[in-house]
């Protein structure tokens, strides 16, 4: 037992401290700490063992459920034919290249076999690219390319695994059976997606209290997952069919208090399993290492070079092939309306390098059984178990680790002029808004304070109005990506400064005995919230460090 927080409380410092490395470089977390796995490992003392059904069923449904709550459902509703180009189409037909190529070049192999090990490496987990996208400031449609082709490809994998699994098994093959089979697993995750994303929505009509709120949220995940495969659906697409919807309903049904804690709370989860995963990742190397022993070495460099080789090339080979068709299957949707774009090169080049595999891989592959139906070793297991780890180093590790130079050295990022002119032109709309309906509550204002009151609040809403309105113009009138911004980052850190002083003096009060503890946390929790307004990013006080 006390090994064991040992080696939690350990893991936890390591994520903090490589964290904060990679919030001073270009260098993904995910990348860093699957190094750090791979060194612990090759170290005396105990390691941790990757137990697909505990990775399956405790660390993913919330990983997805997060990422889904993050997401857009309307951006991927928009992009939902490139989308299942990527997440269905590409991923079936990784899995057979990677099974006839590893028949045929592999002495010994069956397409069977070959099949298992494509449906493993097929998905990915853009978990690194993602982490740098949002820090280079990629342009939104290729992020919720990547986002909704890594929260979709989980399911089309592994319902492609359990059919190869049972053909290698001998448990019996007919593509009719398979067919049905994956379109009963889809059409099942959907319909239990929906109808927990709807229940949710149902516990939301009596659920005040923000504590319960969060409790149910964590909860949601699971139990979504549970119920599919009860059913014997996708849990998978249940879970993330679910979370799109809830994060969709979020604005509209979830209190302001509620919806912050919410956000702080899954932050925190996702980002210890997270870190918890891609250092597992790393401590598998002496497991799988151990066997190899029954094979050749020229087996084993054309094994992993055959399926690294199909993994990395399928994909842009694909994304190149989607854009030839007369009526582009892969094609990618403006934002503000229906217009179908195709991909240019530079985008084509980024989504191919955005390819990044991970921890659903390894738990696919450590999920194969032992043994088959007529109590054989199931074929090439460990060879397979290899190349699969083989595979998701190099994806993450040369791709993660070098996703951001490549992302800079295209110049493909989003236009920081038109998201500023998008969120100012909302704002403006919200203020009117608002003035709206205190022009309303004035019609049925009946005595001196309600006036006073409505007055007062009026002013400060025309007052944001009009500076939005100004810094509205000034972007309106900008060219050449210029960011007329200058003065209002300079109010914003003068805003900082001062909210520092308030935190200070607020504190002094406390300790001298002034301030009790319990309104110290009231006035914080104020503060804090209006600093929480202020532009993302803006310097703080010289004179202050926190």
């Known amino acids: 037992m006390q090994t064991g927080l040992g080696l939690l409380l350990v893991a936890v410092a390591v994520i903090v401290v490589v964290n904060w490395v990679s919030d001073r470089t270009d260098l993904p977390s995910a990348a860093l700490l699957t190094l750090v796995g791979i060194v612990y490992a090759l ?11 505990v990775v399956m069923t405790g660390i993913l449904p919330p990983l997805l459920y997060h990422a889904a709550l993050e997401s857009s459902l309307v951006g991927i509703r928009r992009n939902l034919r490139t989308i299942v180009s990527l997440s269905v189409v590409l991923v079936l037909v990784t899995a057979a290249s990677v099974g006839v190529a590893f028949a045929l070049l592999v002495g010994g192999a069956t397409v069977a076999a070959g099949m298992v090990l494509g449906a493993a490496v097929a998905p990915t987990d853009p978990v690194a690219a993602l982490a740098v996208a949002r820090k280079v400031g990629l342009p939104l449609g290729i992020v919720t390319l990547i986002e909704g082709e890594g929260l979709l490809n989980d399911a089309t994998a ?6 190869a699994v049972a053909a290698a098994t001998g448990a019996g093959f007919s593509l009719p059976s398979a067919i049905g089979r994956f379109v009963l697993a889809a059409v099942g995750g959907l319909l239990v997606g929906l109808a927990l994303a709807y229940c949710r929505r149902a516990l939301r009509a009596w659920t005040h209290d923000v504590l319960t709120a969060n409790a149910i949220s964590l909860a949601t995940p699971f139990v979504t997952y549970l119920a599919a495969e009860k059913v014997h659906a996708s849990g998978v697409l249940a879970v993330v069919v679910c979370g799109l919807i809830v994060g969709h309903d979020s604005p509209r049904t979830e209190t302001g208090a509620t919806r912050l804690q919410t956000r702080a709370v899954w932050r925190l989860v996702n980002f210890l399993l997270e870190g918890l995963v891609f250092l597992l990742i790393g401590q598998q190397l002496p497991t799988i290492l151990d066997g190899l022993r029954g094979y050749s070495t020229s087996t084993i460099i054309v094994s992993v070079s055959v ?8 994909r842009p080979l694909w994304l190149l092939l989607t854009q030839t068709l007369p009526r582009p299957l892969h094609t990618r949707l403006g934002n503000a309306d229906s217009r179908t774009e195709k991909l240019t090169g530079r985008e084509i080049f980024v ?21 088959t139906q007529r109590g054989t070793a199931f074929p090439d297991r460990n060879l397979l178990l290899f190349c699969t780890f083989v595979v998701v180093l190099v994806t993450l590790i040369g791709q993660g680790s070098t996703f951001g130079r490549v992302v800079r050295a295209l110049g493909l990022h989003a236009d920081a002029v038109d998201e500023l002119r998008l969120r100012h032109r909302a704002r403006t709309a919200a203020i009117q808004a608002a003035l709206d309906r205190l022009d309303e509550l004035d019609q049925q204002g009946e005595d001196e304070l309600d006036a006073r009151a409505l007055q007062s609040v009026r002013e400060q809403l025309s007052a944001r109005l009009e500076r939005y309105q100004r810094q509205l113009d000034l972007l309106e009138s900008s060219d050449l990506g210029d960011l007329p911004l200058s003065g209002y980052e ?18 002094r009060w ?12 009231v006035l914080q929790r104020e503060l804090d919230h209006e600093e929480g307004m202020l532009p993302i990013g803006t310097p703080r006080s010289r004179g202050r460090s926190r």
């Open 158 to 163: 592994l319902t492609t695994l359990s059919v």
């Open 351 to 371: 989504l191919s390098w955005a390819g990044t595999r991970g921890v659903v891989s390894l738990a696919a592959i450590f999920a194969v059984p032992f043994v």
């Open 307 to 314: 399926t690294v080789a199909v993994v990395l090339l399928l």
């Open 510 to 521: 406390r300790d001298a005995g002034m301030l009790p503890d319990k309104s110290l946390r």
């Open 43 to 53: 170290l005396p003392g105990p390691n941790i063992g990757l137990d697909p059904d």
């Open 490 to 507: 300079a109010a914003a850190a003068i805003r900082r400064a001062a909210i520092d002083a308030e935190r200070d003096e607020l504190v």
